[in-house]
Antibody, heavy 122, light 106 residues
Framework: EVQLLESGGGLVQPGGSLRLSCAAS????????INWVRQAPGKGLEWVSA????????YYADSVKGRFTISRDNSKNTVYLKMNSLRAEDTAVYYC???????????????WGQGTMVTVSS | EIVMTQSPATLSVSPGERATLSCRAS??????LAWYQQKLGQAPRLLIY???IRATGIPARFSGSGSGTEFTLTISSLQSEDFAVYYC????????FGGGTKVEIK
């Protein structure tokens, strides 16, 4: 079964850091770009970041550029999102999601994880 | 930056009726458009990609149309499990989602 499983969320103070993980199974991980999408409480979906299958290319929304870093370890079938200088407005459920088409980046997201909650508060 | 606008924000429909949801892009996204369904407390689920192709396992009552800047998701006969929030997303460049349409029971 194709699956993504996020972990690493929690409560952090403003200005703090957190690293999220997205563990994949059931598909050839290194062939697919992986994205992070977040959803603030009661709000819509916001694309955050993406990384190509080989990890060479990375992309960020303007709202997180310079503060968040996406990376991947294809030997562990895992993508990471390191979040620094966290703000109250970063509070959200963070989902990882897989591109539908292999090798390309910039596609529909066919598989989503269940999400992990990040709360930034003092 | 391409901005996606969905309308209406809320759609009240009776079971068995047809629902038509709209999505507009601020500039052309060709057919690089997807629709997702999200139920409360769950992750989004891909319904439609490339504007009109149903994803695996999606019932035929869901259909997508449009290209360029105007897109439509139609649910031909609403079932109880279809009451949810629906999002459009372009992937022409950096992905962006619309604000969502909540389909509620009338």
């Amino acid at each position: 079964e194709v699956q993504l499983l996020e972990s690493g969320g929690g409560l952090v103070q403003p200005g703090g850091s957190l690293r999220l993980s997205c563990a994949a199974s059931g598909f050839t991980f290194s062939n697919y770009a992986i994205n992070w999408v977040r959803q603030a409480p009661g709000k819509g979906l916001e694309w955050v970041s993406a990384i190509s299958g080989g990890g060479i290319s990375t992309y960020y929304a303007d709202s997180v550029k310079g503060r968040f870093t996406i990376s991947r370890d294809n030997s562990k079938n895992t993508v990471y999102l390191k979040m620094n200088s966290l703000r109250a407005e970063d509070t959200a459920v963070y989902y990882c999601a897989k591109d539908k088409v292999p090798t390309a980046i910039g596609d529909a997201f066919d598989i989503w994880g269940q999400g992990t909650m990040v709360t930034v508060s003092s | 930056e391409i901005v996606m606008t969905q309308s209406p924000a809320t759609l009240s429909v009776s079971p068995g009726e047809r629902a038509t949801l709209s999505c507009r892009a601020s500039q052309s996204v060709s057919s690089n458009l997807a629709w997702y369904q999200q139920k409360l407390g769950q992750a989004p689920r891909l319904l439609i990609y490339d504007a009109s192709i149903r994803a695996t396992g999606i019932p035929a009552r869901f259909s997508g149309s449009g290209s360029g800047t105007e897109f439509t998701l139609t649910i031909s006969s609403l079932q109880s499990e279809d009451f949810a929030v629906y999002y459009c997303q372009h992937y022409n460049n950096w992905p962006a989602f619309g604000g969502g349409t909540k389909v509620e029971i009338k």
